[in-house]
């Protein structure tokens, strides 16, 4: 009996709070880890008779995040009252963006290295672009506290702009819904519009998952997941959930719609609410609030859009030399990829400076627990070190040791630091000298070099080095080697 | 001299002369709310003390300097009770802040003093739906004051308030005014900041004054209005000197009559006060056109889908969570959530809001809500044309004088008539005025009935200018019909 093959096909809503200076509707400022309700006003907390004001720079944000992602910006749009009940939502609706929401369109475009570590290997669809049906802004609600006998409120949190951003559901497996927030993260990280780390909840998000028979072109019932905090809980989740949602349907269930919470303690989803259960939103525009034209925003914000990642990218393999794989380990952040470019700038071998940064850098910074924003040597610093290597003044081995002088002291130059360990390139004359005697000890290597096996050049160019006791700049040697045998 | 019998700029002309002294109004306010008040119910709560360090620091040479005014209980007065005349509110919450028309009156010298009565949440023209007290006619206390703003109007009328603001939603502050016969004037959408009122239907609500005369509304009026940039739907415009103004002249000013408003259901003494006054303003001078407001005939059906849309969602705050009522010992949120509500908010409310929530259902949303909005964009249209013949539109305000306290409260649909003159303004945004133009004898009693003008967007001036000549020509408490 042949199985039957399942199409899954998933969607996301993610929710990102924005990096702003001030609420959505209040001039009340966005922080965190501030005392409970110290940073409210009668606005965010609902009080009677308060009102909501548009912030502008929230409006401003999510348009050049439209931008990025390759959305259209409709010319009018509004805000709506969606209305529910819950006392983390101090007025009982929020205010959201129903039909005419600030971005329409666009896509995610999945990196290569945005997906789990395991899976890059394998892309099934390399250079996938995940569509997006659209991006509204919101107001984030409070953050519940619950106890054992009671809950508590804080609306610090009320009010946070909050993009929503939604997919189509053309996503096909759990890997894909991880390369998906990841390379959604890395763009909204690189256009400073939000820090969009899912474990301090400023990127939350539900996924929808739903699973046919191969052949089917009508998608499945539609199951939402909720309770999903962390990238790798996506991950988990959705593999759960189709699998269960497959073994279902070979059982003869008829799956329904409906929303399930994930326990990701128990690694299992339990059903919340059916179809009918369904909330009734009842939505309709904020008398409060008037529409907003944006033709003069989008024009403003046009000229702030930065280069993405994978322009980047593009840009450094042509640019810099470097391999594909680097360019993306080098574009994935964008402060790695300005530290890059500075010390790029001037190098000698462009391609060498990409290797330093990602073997020697990295892992210095991964040692000492440092982000590349605390890198305590200057990228400029890294280049003149690389360049020391270049001009034959200190070999490898040397420049690895100064390194890591400087990456204590990064006060000094890697000059300076070179000359106190004593580094310095041999004598002209002594290296001749070390060349000369190493010819004499191998004529018969000599005899094969003189036939045409070149390689060995490479062998006599050891040794000199190690007569040298490694101070001799290994490309010096060879060209001094290849001279006398030749000649 | 009894202060509490004066008007504003008689009370500042005291003043200035040194004949009277802010404190002396205060106190004088504060014993004629013990002597009259108990027996009307105008006032829900009054902070004596606050009023009269007030008026120890007041500055009578500010435009409201010293000069005491009664607040609806729905705008929020720091450190005051805002109940809203609700049982959800009342005696469980205390404003944290001022709503900017109190930052306004403050700023002109005015000390807010009482809080007035009101039909619950401002839904209801009787002020029969206050979940706190009865309120009673000063004309005959065995009628109704009006509504919403029954309160404000009743203080002004009774001489226990200077003046009074009230807020307007669909005939609020005219309604009133024309039952107690004072001055009430809702004004244009936008001209005044909403900010710090305790919103009913957030499209429509207005505040305006209550006052004793329409100077007093000019003067009220200028120190509240204007932009503010904590309401977005208050409109940039620069605020003129409505009292400059008021010259007694009307000379060339076309006032149209809407046929629809005289049509049936209009009480015959009301018929003839409203024409006479419209004959008198004829007679100095301004001319007269029919004309036709078409969709007049829907304006109240739209009103009663929209108001309760938008108060569905503007009252669901009220959930006992964080303040006001809440239900003792819930089972689970939902048994919190549903007795809370259900304890804390009467009738009309109740009824509104579920009528909201309604509307707004997924499957009748299109039916009720957006078509409403469909024809409330045609009765708009139908004052923009109006507008372009004549520069203010006269009409009764309201179909009958003041009614006996409990003869409509079983007929809701009866109720809402009440509103019928008055709730296009609302729904069209515009600006209207109520003025007293005379006492029509009912069963024995001599009740006051208004005259209303209503003005293009942000004409208030005319208005102002119309009902003040009017006012200066006649004594309407001598035209008797």
Known sequence: MTKTRYLVSIGLEVHVQLKTESKMFCACPVQFGEPPNSLTCPVCLGLPGSLPVLNRGAIEKTIQAGMMLGCETPPLVKWDRKNYFYPDMPKNYQISQFDLPLCLGGGVPLYELAYPKDAQKDIAHPGKVVTLTRIHLEEDVAKSTHHESFSTIDFNRAGTPLMEIVSEPEIETPEEAVAYLNSLRQILVYGGLSDADMEKGQMRCDVNVSVRPDGQTELGSKIELKNLNSVSGVRRALAYEIERQIEAVENGEKLIQSTRRWDDDLGETFLMRTKEEAHDYRYFPDPDLLPVQTEDMVAKMRSTVPELPHEKRARFVEAYGVSDYDASVLASEQALADYYEKAANGAKDTKKVANWVINNLLSALNDASLTIQDCPVAPEKLRDLINLVESGQVNNNQAKEVFTLLFESPDKSPAAIAKERGFEPADDSEVEGFCDQVIADNPDKVAEIQAGNDKLINWLTGQVMKASKGKANPKAVGDILKAKIGG | MDPCKLTISQLRTAYKAGELTPKDAVQSLAAAI?????????????????????????????????????????????????????????????????????????????????????????????????????????????????????????????????????????????????????????????????????????????????????????????????????????????????????????????????????????????????????????????????????????????????????????????????????????????????????????????????????????????????????????????????????????????????????DRSDDPLQMYLADIYTLAANLSGVCGISVPCGLVNTEGTPLPVGLQLLGKAFGEGDILRAAHAYEQAVNWRDLIY
């Open chain 2, 34 to 406: 013990e002597a009259k008040d108990g027996d009307l119910g105008g006032y829900l709560s009054h902070d004596l003390d606050s009023a009269l360090a007030e008026a120890e620091t007041a500055d009578p040479s500010l435009p409201l300097g010293g000069v005491p005014i009664a607040i609806k209980d729905l705008i929020n007065v720091k450190g005051q009770p805002c109940s809203c005349a609700s049982k959800i509110l009342a005696g469980k919450y205390t404003s944290p802040y001022d709503a900017t028309v109190i930052t306004r009156l403050r700023e002109a010298g005015a000390i807010p003093f009482g809080r007035t009565n009101m039909d619950e949440f401002a839904m209801g023209s009787s002020n029969e739906n206050s979940g706190i007290q009865p309120a009673k006619n000063p004309w005959d206390p065995t009628r109704i004051p009006g509504g919403s703003s029954g309160g404000s109007a009743l203080v002004v009328a009774a001489d226990t308030a200077i003046a009074a603001l009230g807020s307007d939603t669909g005939g609020s502050i005219r309604q009133p005014a024309s039952h107690c016969g004072c001055v009430g004037l809702k004004p244009t959408y936008g001209r005044v900041s909403r900010y710090g009122l305790v919103a009913f239907a957030s499209s429509l609500d207005q505040i305006g004054p209550i006052t004793k005369t329409v100077k007093d509304s000019a003067l009220l009026l200028r120190a509240i209005a204007g932009h503010d940039r904590f309401d977005s739907t208050s409109v940039n415009q620069e605020v003129p000197n409505y009292l400059s103004g008021l010259t007694g002249d009307v000379k060339g000013l076309k006032i149209g009559l809407p046929k629809e408003y005289f049509a049936e259901g209009l009480d015959a003494g009301v018929r003839q006060a409203v024409e006479k006054a419209i004959a008198q303003l004829e007679a100095a001078g301004a001319e007269t056109v029919e004309i036709s407001l078409p969709h007049t005939e829907y304006a109240l059906a739209v009103y009663y889908i929209i108001a309760p849309a938008e108060a569905s969602a503007n009252l669901a705050r009220f959930d006992g969570v964080r303040y006001g009522h809440r239900a003792e010992n819930p089972t689970d949120l939902l048994d919190h959530y549903r007795r809370s509500r259900e304890e804390g908010f009467g009738d009309e409310v109740k009824r509104r809001i579920i009528l909201g929530t309604y509307v707004l259902s997924s499957g009748y949303h299109d039916a009720y809500y957006v078509q409403a909005q469909k024809v409330r964009t045609r009765i708009r249209e139908d004052f923009t044309e109006a507008f372009k013949k004549v520069d203010v539109i006269a009409s009764p305000v309201c179909p009958t004088p003041a009614f006996k306290i409990g």
